[in-house]
């Protein structure tokens, strides 16, 4: 059995079986136009056709764990279990401003390992199949049809590192984007990475239009090898040279999420040494205020006073540094993203005990 939407294995099968090619053409109208999930529904299709894919695809391969909301219903929540009973996360956001951002998971669990994210004390279980990825964005196209609502954006900030399951990332960027598929706008995409150098490099080459937000979270190597292990393979420098590159090369600007966690990475004085590293480059800075939720067994990292992360924001706007402070949706149904799979796939509390653990993309 493979996915429906493993197109090369399903155009095979129809070509073994002796169907024309414009057979597949219906089959893609069927499943991303008409959104049909029921290959018996699929009712442009002969019916031995239907049998064939009923015998030998399967439409989707996640079945949904739970489905929490908040309670401005702005936040749904889903946690998501494979095939091989791995648990995942994707959350639809509803913006106020009318759009819909779907936030998905493309590993399970993540092997970056940083100090203050829940998802790093899974470590990387395994990656996602790039159908799995597909099959979150159909779950929630579907659940988006329900309230009469489209959606229009898509963030790879949920279980990952996306860039280290590059393959997979791309063929499923690739579904997203076709025409005769999702035909979802690929400056509608962000890629969230913590800073894998050589991706960023090939991400520039194939998805030009993509955006892409880099983890930053430390103006310095000396903080962010700290709380960022992935800064002893790449140093900031590495990674801010392949950044100007990228930035030469698609034209776009990068948003740098940088957490604010009292203490560690809100010195005042790195105010100073982030303007030295942004003034100059096509940046947004995004302020993520740390939030500990509900998984926090211990007091090892605290948020930052809400008052100096609007200083920082204010002495980055006079270098004219664009930046937001994200507001966290959906804090009251789940804290942090991460935390609800981080439980089901059996991390102990106890061996947490006396760390405090976030989300930082
Ligand atoms: S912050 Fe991102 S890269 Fe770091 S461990 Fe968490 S999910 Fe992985």
């Known amino acids: 059995m493979f996915s429906i939407h493993d197109d090369i294995q399903v155009i095979d099968l129809l070509e073994k079986n002796g169907y024309k090619k414009f057979r597949y053409g219906q089959l893609e109208n069927a499943l991303y136009k008409n959104f049909l999930s029921d290959f018996e529904e699929m009712n442009t299709l002969p019916k031995e056709i239907r049998n064939l894919l009923t015998e030998n695809c399967f439409y989707t391969s996640l079945s949904i764990h739970s489905v929490t909301s908040d309670a401005e219903w702005q936040t749904t929540k889903f946690l998501l279990k494979t095939a091989d009973e791995k648990m995942i996360e994707m959350v639809i956001m509803r913006h106020r401003s009318g759009r819909n951002t779907l936030c998905v998971s493309c590993q399970v669990g993540c092997p970056m390992g940083c100090s203050f994210c829940a998802t790093g004390k899974l470590g990387l279980i395994r990656n996602l199949e790039f159908y799995e990825i597909i099959d979150q964005i159909m779950l929630a196209v579907h659940h988006l049809e329900k309230e009469d609502k489209k959606l229009r954006n898509v963030?790879?900030?949920?279980?990952?590192?996306?860039?280290?399951?590059?393959?997979?990332?791309?063929?499923?960027?690739?579904?997203?984007?076709?025409?005769?598929?999702?035909?979802?706008?690929?400056?509608?995409?962000?890629?969230?990475?913590?800073?894998?150098?050589?991706?960023?490099?090939?991400?520039?080459?194939?998805?030009?239009?993509?955006?892409?937000?880099?983890?930053?979270?430390?103006?310095?190597?000396t903080t962010r090898k700290k709380i960022m292990p992935v800064t002893e393979t790449y140093s900031l420098d590495t990674l801010m040279e392949a950044l100007d590159e990228y930035v030469k090369k698609t034209n776009k600007r990068v948003f740098y999420e940088y957490i604010m966690i009292a203490g560690v990475t809100d010195k005042l004085e790195y105010i100073d040494e982030l303007r030295k590293l942004l003034s100059w480059r096509l940046a947004h800075v995004n302020f993520i205020p740390y939030n500990p939720g509900e998984w926090t067994l211990g007091d090892h990292y605290q948020p930052t006073h809400a008052v100096i992360i609007k200083k920082f924001q204010e002495w980055l706007e006079q270098e004219k540094i664009p930046s937001t402070i994200r507001h966290t949706m959906g804090d009251d149904i789940d804290a942090a993203c991460g935390q609800l799979a981080l439980k089901e796939n059996g991390v102990s509390h106890a061996t947490e005990k006396g760390k405090s653990i976030s989300r930082g993309k």
């Open 155 to 221: 963030v790879f900030m949920g279980m990952w590192e996306p860039l280290l399951n590059y393959n997979n990332v791309k063929r499923a960027i690739e579904i997203m984007c076709h025409q005769k598929k999702l035909d979802l706008s690929s400056r509608r995409i962000t890629i969230s990475s913590c800073g894998v150098v050589p991706w960023i490099r090939k991400l520039a080459e194939d998805f030009p239009q993509v955006s892409l937000a880099i983890s930053l979270h430390a103006p310095n190597d």
